[in-house]
């Protein structure tokens, strides 16, 4: 089922990477009818909103505190897109992360469940961990996962409630792998190293990457599932209109490539020679670092999705020449 005009839909976390990706393309589909929220605080991820074309916009605690005293200010949206979370993979604060990832989704999720609205949420391949129990996204092997870190685990956490509430068969979950793309300057030392050594490149001329701490990789070589921001969209698009795939969906390209394969795609988008250099990993990565990560994304594919995934070498070149090299946004650059 195909998207329609005059469905109202809720796209939370609007103003951030993925969030306001998914608006840009719901709005290249002829979908306005939108209610974003978000914490836009002092970042300027407000800029993301600029070119965008939405109906109304309302900072995440009032929305949820309007939700907890029963108003009904909002209508009847058909479909959810919950995006809004604190995805820093560094962040210590747990209790921060169970109040903001954990128990805002729960709430959100029964109140879809009671609108009879499409809940489509974002999880995280950090749930996986370094990978030893596999990434396979059947619900049948969530408690075996052990994530990293606290962001991770509070993602985890509520896709085990789904599962043992049942709710996990009614709702959509997103395990996006490392996604990057244009409109995540706003996130600091969490954007992507395309975005961060674009800047790098264009002032020193070369690249640092991680030296690898363990033998059985070497400098360079540890491995990415690396996604195309706008191939990320489209997933979710279709799996949000694909209202028989519910559970969890893995969403990368399906294939690992390394950081090497990374730096020379962007030093071939810049038109510059290669000019690498390792440095050392910090202490507090080396125990939550993801040496290997590869998404099967069968489960997708089973749901009739056939469009074929942007090669990363297309997609750093996207990025790099209609994006990065001219400053703009998403919604700032039409046709691409």
Not at 88 to 105: F, G, H, I, Q
Not at 181 to 210: D, W
Not at 231 to 250: P, Q, R, W
Request: hydrophobic fraction near 40%; proline fraction near 2%; charge should be neutral.
């Amino acid at each position: 089922m195909k998207i329609k005009t005059k469905e109202k839909i809720l796209v939370t976390g609007g103003a951030g990477f993925i969030g306001s990706a998914l608006v840009w393309a719901l709005n290249n589909r002829g979908q306005e009818n939108i209610v974003i929220t978000d914490y836009l605080g002092t970042s300027e991820k407000w800029k993301n909103l600029v070119p965008l074309c939405y109906a109304d916009y309302l900072e995440a605690d009032d929305f949820l505190a309007r939700l907890k005293h029963g108003e009904d200010a909002f209508g009847q949206f058909t479909r959810i897109f919950h995006l809004g979370a604190c995805s820093a993979t560094t962040e210590m604060d747990a209790s921060y992360l169970v109040r903001n990832n954990y128990e805002y989704t729960k709430t959100l999720a029964h109140w879809a469940a009671h609108q009879n609205a499409r809940f489509v949420y974002a999880s995280s391949a950090a749930t996986y961990g370094d990978g030893s129990q596999g990434m396979q996204d059947s619900v049948e092997c969530l408690p075996s996962l052990r994530p990293l870190n606290a962001y991770g685990y509070s993602k985890q956490m509520f896709d085990l409630y789904a599962m043992r509430t049942g709710l996990i068969h009614q709702i959509c979950g997103l395990k996006y792998f490392n996604v990057f793309g244009p409109n995540e300057n706003h996130k600091g030392e969490m954007r992507s190293l395309v975005c961060k050594a674009y800047k790098q490149i264009s002032e020193t001329g070369k690249i640092s990457l991680f030296k690898s701490h363990r033998p059985d990789f070497k400098d360079g070589e540890q491995k990415r599932d690396f996604l195309y921001v706008k191939d990320a969209v489209d997933m979710t698009i279709h799996l949000s209109e694909t209202e028989s795939a519910n559970g969890l969906f893995n969403l990368g390209s399906g294939g690992a490539r390394t950081w090497l394969d990374l730096a020379h795609a962007l030093f071939a988008a810049m038109g510059r020679a290669p000019a690498i250099e390792f440095v050392d990993m910090p202490e507090v990565l080396r125990g939550k670092y993801q040496y290997f990560t590869q998404a099967d994304i069968s489960a997708l594919r089973s749901t009739g999705y056939a469009t074929a995934v942007t090669s990363l070498e297309e997609s750093v070149a996207d990025y790099v020449k209609h994006y990065l090299t001219p400053g703009k946004s998403l919604g700032e650059v039409l046709g691409h």
